[in-house]
């Protein structure tokens, strides 16, 4: 269940990103809701996960969860700069997690 629970905290993270990005600096009251929401949720399963994973695997495999997801919404939602380049790098952030979980023994 913890590799679940760190799942849908990496999903929820992407949420906030996104809603943080539509709340104008917080100056919008929905998606500011939404980015406090969607950050408990993610820090809430975070914390679940962590009851049996180790600190350091759950966190980068959360972090990269977050940061792949939050390119490609970017890319997908605002129109935000599409490259070769990107695509490499968001691919070696994918590799680096999927070596990190096949290396964590859980």
Same mark, same amino acid.
């Given at each position: 269940? =913890?590799?679940? $629970?760190? #799942? ?10 996104? @809603? #943080?990005? &539509?709340?104008?600096? /917080?100056?919008? *009251? #929905?998606? @500011?809701?939404?980015? *406090? $929401? $969607?950050?408990?949720? @993610?820090?809430? /399963? ?6 049996? #994973?180790?600190?350091? +695997? =759950?966190?980068?495999?959360? +972090?990269?969860?977050? !940061?792949?997801?939050?390119?490609? =919404?970017?890319?997908? $939602?605002?129109?935000?700069? %599409? @490259?070769? %380049?990107? +695509? *490499? ?13 096949? !290396?964590?023994? &859980?």
């Amino acid at each position: 269940m =913890a590799w679940f $629970f760190l #799942l849908i905290a990496g999903v929820a993270e992407i949420g906030s990103v996104i @809603s #943080l990005k &539509h709340a104008d600096g /917080f100056k919008k *009251l #929905l998606p @500011s809701a939404a980015c *406090l $929401f $969607f950050g408990s949720l @993610s820090f809430y /399963f975070l914390s679940l996960s962590l009851t049996s #994973l180790p600190v350091g +695997t =759950a966190y980068a495999i959360w +972090t990269g969860i977050g !940061t792949v997801g939050s390119v490609l =919404a970017g890319m997908i $939602f605002f129109n935000e700069p %599409r @490259s070769l %380049r990107i +695509t *490499l790098l968001i691919m070696c952030i994918i590799s680096g997690a999927v070596g990190i979980k096949m !290396t964590s023994g &859980h």
